[in-house]
């Protein structure tokens, strides 16, 4: 009970409202463009009824607009139900890259808002744990979250998933501007105890690394 | 009428614009407030249409830019969320908001409202 109240807690319900709040930013604009574009429709044939030339191609092209906003919103739903789901089961096998795939989707608007591009060096085979994925991806979010101030010139932040004789560690890399004595994830000892996680500073590679057991046990 | 649109989301900006156009109205849309800082330096315009929520400068601190430079400018807000503190935010000053998806309706509702 205590180890679900360290991943769920307060913080694990901040996480999941800011994750949910922006998807669903995401969406309203989703259907904001579909909305407009289903608006440009009837003001084409609005304006055809009063004599101006309907233009297939432009049609065409609108339609095409429709549908490839709402396989966008699609996409979006999905990654969101994954997220949602990711809380069903306290400790499950998980895929870390794929894992690290999903967050870098839902984060994408908040980290691009912020002018940054966060990128996955995904390994050509499963990386697997025995861990929390909710507990997972709320971790890695917060270690982005707070490295984003460390961002160099190429405001870039590279996430590199690789095996250990332990289990597997996460390497989070191109941190330029981390400080010589960085204080890292201080807020979330509980959290990473309770993935009997472990994180440290290679300031000369400016690099941190998250490192994850094989198991919970 | 000059109306400026600035919201980051491309095919919303400029769908809208267009739909304004065909309406009469000279829209010029913007993806980004620096753009948009930058045609108002040499353009007059009548009114902005500014998503609220934008990566670098957002939509309030645009319109302080813009108002600053045209205080004649009037200003509508576009929010994806509607959220009271930004609504009560943008109607302490007088401003008007419109939730997304918008009404093409409801914001000439507005725009007729600035023209009386």
Redo the contacts between chains.
């Keep these: 009970m205590k180890k679900e109240h360290d991943i769920f807690g307060n913080t694990g319900l901040q996480f999941f409202g800011k994750i949910s709040a922006s998807l669903s930013h995401e969406l309203k604009n989703a259907l904001a463009v579909i909305n407009e574009n289903a608006g440009l429709l009837t003001d084409l044939v609005h304006m055809s009824e009063k004599g101006h030339p309907l233009d297939p191609a432009r049609i065409k092209g609108v339609g095409s607009k429709v549908m490839e906003k709402v396989k966008h919103a699609d996409s979006i739903l999905k990654n969101m139900n994954a997220f949602a789901h990711s809380v069903d089961i306290p400790a499950a096998k998980t895929d870390i890259p794929e894992t690290l795939a999903l967050l870098l989707a839902l984060t994408r608007r908040i980290t691009s808002n912020r002018g940054i591009r966060v990128y996955l060096d995904k390994p050509a085979s499963p990386l697997c744990v025995h861990t929390s994925a909710y507990g997972l991806l709320h971790l890695c979010w917060d270690c982005i979250e707070s490295f984003m101030d460390w961002v160099g010139e190429e405001k870039e932040i590279g996430l590199i998933p690789e095996k250990t004789e332990q289990g597997s560690r996460i390497r989070f890399c191109k941190l330029d501007q981390m400080p010589s004595d960085p204080e890292i994830l201080r807020e979330q000892k509980e959290l990473l105890g309770a993935l009997h996680a472990e994180i440290v500073a290679e300031t000369d590679k400016k690099e941190v690394i998250l490192m994850l057991p094989l198991r919970l046990s | 009428m000059k109306i400026l649109l600035v919201d980051d ?1 491309q ?2 900006v400029s ?2 614009a ?2 304004l156009e ?1 309406r009469g109205f000279d829209a010029h849309w913007f993806t980004n407030g620096n753009a948009a800082l930058q045609y108002a330096q040499k353009e007059k315009c009548d009114l902005a249409v500014l998503d609220v ?1 934008m ?2 400068i957002g939509g309030l601190e645009l319109q302080r830019q813009l108002a600053e430079m045209q205080p004649r400018m009037k200003f509508i807000f576009l929010t ?2 509607g959220s009271e503190e930004d609504y009560l935010a943008g109607t302490r000053k007088g401003h008007s908001y419109l939730i ?3 009404d ?1 309706g409801q914001l000439l509702a507005k725009i007729n409202e600035f023209l009386r």
């Design positions: 989301e095919e919303l769908t809208l267009e739909r065909m929520k990566p670098k994806g969320h997304k998806p918008v093409i």
